[in-house]
């Protein structure tokens, strides 16, 4: 019944299952069509779509169809070398080797005599008394090549996927991917994520630390890999480390919690786009997790998602303007797809692909994307340990 009851609340947000299938469905239809489009077989093809569309191929059809032997020039030609070899001047001098009295007989068969004997000569001949000549030319033959490419399963899938995707070939065409990962490999790639506070690294000389307010700490050693999952985990134990007193800067403070962060402030950055990640969060009283972005301050700063507890925010804090908004979503524990479609005008939220939010735009610097987990409340320590999971991550650009 509890758990009949999580799917009536999230009921509103697509399967994350169906979703996601639709959605690499669809990005595996269009690397098949971008695939047949750049493939030298299509190629060939709209060059004979061209080509057998043109003006130049009706001329040449033209030209063959009115091609005969009997009003040819080789048929001409013949017609004169058989006149001249039953000539008796030209007999006489074949045969004893006398030159005939009309001067120019000799010189016109020997020239003619080279010319009808030639292999290219007697082809064209061959060709022009031939009834099926036609099915030999290159119109003939550009037309039937140009059909049966058309009959290719290849190409028939290409107009398939066209005329049923059009649309969404025309959104992909749009975004150029910048960051994938879907942590197959048995270690996070720390090359592309930093598994501390960015500040920490710049000014700590990779120490981690938290604000002093704050109840736990993050540690690298709660960010790990396994099974295409990388997992933040959230623990109820002592830990030193520092925190950041806006007095007194950096100091000693015991922790009470550990938990983790993921960032990919030292690889990659990015100022409008596409944003999106898989996660599955475990939503317990005095806890958060957060998929959000920053730039090298506190501001300005997005969250794509935040959950606190099981309430649920979306924010978008610029320099002197923020936006937040709370959303009426109950999602159970399991994964969902959270995009954020970051443009110069605006700034869309979506779960699943289905729209829950969209504010205009107040922020144009270049921000780097982040996952951390934290707790807020002591409470916390009853449900302890809790997870926040993502399986894979996406950032695209525009064109």
Same mark, same amino acid.
Request: with cysteine.
């Given at each position: 019944?509890?758990?009949?009851?999580?799917?009536?609340?999230?009921?509103?947000?697509?399967?994350? #299952?169906?979703?996601? *299938?639709?959605?690499?469905?669809?990005?595996?239809?269009?690397?098949?069509?971008?695939?047949?489009?750049e493939s030298d077989d299509f190629k060939r093809y709209l060059e004979l779509k061209e080509?057998?569309?043109?003006?130049? %191929?009706?001329?040449?059809?033209?030209?063959?169809?009115?091609?005969a032997y009997s009003n040819s020039e080789e048929a001409r030609m013949e017609k004169r070398?058989?006149?001249?070899?039953?000539?008796?001047?030209?007999?006489?001098?074949?045969?004893?080797?006398?030159?005939?009295?009309?001067?120019?007989?000799?010189?016109?068969?020997?020239?003619?005599?080279?010319?009808?004997?030639?292999?290219?000569?007697?082809?064209?001949?061959? %060709?022009?008394?031939?009834?099926?000549?036609?099915?030999?030319?290159?119109?003939?033959?550009?037309?039937?090549?140009?059909?049966?490419?058309?009959?290719?399963?290849?190409?028939?899938?290409?107009?398939?996927?066209?005329?049923? %995707?059009?649309?969404?070939?025309?959104?992909?065409?749009? /975004?150029?991917?910048?960051?994938?990962?879907?942590?197959?490999? $048995?270690?996070?790639?720390?090359?592309?994520?930093?598994?501390?506070?960015?500040?920490?690294?710049?000014?700590?000389?990779?120490a981690t630390y938290s604000q002093m307010e704050e109840l736990q700490i993050a540690t690298?050693?709660?960010?790990?890999?396994?099974?295409?999952?990388?997992?933040?985990?959230?623990?109820?134990?002592?830990?030193?480390?520092?925190? /950041?007193?806006?007095?007194?800067?950096?100091?000693?403070?015991?922790?009470?919690?550990?938990?983790?962060?993921?960032?990919?402030?030292?690889?990659?950055?990015?100022?409008?786009?596409?944003?999106?990640?898989?996660?599955?969060?475990?939503?317990?009283?005095?806890?958060?997790?957060?998929?959000?972005? #920053?730039?090298?301050?506190?501001?300005?700063?997005?969250?794509?998602?935040?959950?606190?507890?099981?309430?649920?925010?979306?924010?978008? %804090?610029?320099?002197?303007?923020?936006?937040?908004?709370?959303?009426?979503?109950?999602? *159970?524990?399991?994964?969902?797809?959270?995009?954020?479609?970051?443009?110069?005008?605006?700034?869309?939220?979506?779960?699943?692909?289905?729209?829950?939010?969209?504010?205009?735009?107040?922020?144009?610097?270049?921000?780097?994307?982040?996952?951390?987990?934290?707790?807020?409340?002591?409470? #916390? #320590?009853?449900?302890? $340990?809790?997870?926040?999971?993502?399986?894979?991550?996406?950032?695209?650009?525009?064109?």
């Amino acid at each position: 019944m509890f758990s009949f009851l999580r799917s009536l609340f999230s009921s509103s947000i697509p399967s994350t #299952a169906s979703y996601e *299938n639709e959605l690499f469905n669809r990005e595996n239809n269009y690397a098949k069509f971008v695939g047949i489009r750049e493939s030298d077989d299509f190629k060939r093809y709209l060059e004979l779509k061209e080509y057998v569309g043109s003006q130049a %191929y009706e001329k040449e059809l033209a030209r063959i169809k009115a091609l005969a032997y009997s009003n040819s020039e080789e048929a001409r030609m013949e017609k004169r070398f058989s006149e001249l070899k039953n000539i008796r001047g030209v007999k006489n001098w074949l045969k004893k080797g006398v030159q005939p009295e009309q001067p120019g007989l000799v010189e016109e068969y020997l020239a003619l005599k080279q010319q009808v004997e030639n292999p290219d000569f007697i082809n064209k001949v061959k %060709y022009l008394k031939n009834k099926k000549r036609f099915k030999m030319s290159d119109p003939y033959l550009c037309k039937l090549e140009f059909r049966e490419l058309g009959k290719s399963e290849a190409i028939k899938t290409f107009f398939k996927l066209q005329k049923k %995707y059009s649309k969404d070939f025309e959104e992909h065409e749009r /975004w150029i991917s910048k960051l994938y990962d879907d942590f197959s490999k $048995p270690e996070i790639d720390d090359r592309r994520w930093l598994k501390k506070p960015f500040l920490g690294e710049q000014l700590l000389n990779g120490a981690t630390y938290s604000q002093m307010e704050e109840l736990q700490i993050a540690t690298p050693e709660n960010v790990v890999v396994s099974s295409g999952i990388m997992r933040i985990q959230t623990k109820h134990e002592r830990k030193e480390g520092l925190a /950041w007193n806006k007095t007194l800067g950096f100091v000693p403070k015991t922790f009470s919690y550990t938990s983790g962060i993921v960032n990919s402030s030292g690889s990659y950055r990015q100022t409008y786009g596409r944003f999106e990640a898989k996660v599955r969060v475990t939503k317990v009283p005095g806890t958060y997790h957060a998929f959000w972005m #920053a730039s090298d301050t506190m501001l300005p700063h997005l969250n794509v998602f935040k959950f606190e507890g099981n309430k649920l925010t979306v924010s978008a %804090y610029g320099h002197g303007q923020r936006v937040e908004q709370t959303l009426n979503y109950r999602l *159970n524990d399991d994964f969902y797809i959270y995009t954020l479609l970051w443009t110069v005008d605006k700034i869309t939220w979506l779960i699943n692909g289905k729209k829950v939010f969209e504010t205009r735009n107040i922020i144009s610097e270049p921000m780097y994307i982040a996952f951390s987990s934290g707790v807020t409340a002591e409470e #916390a #320590a009853t449900y302890m $340990p809790v997870n926040m999971d993502i399986d894979w991550v996406r950032c695209f650009r525009t064109v």
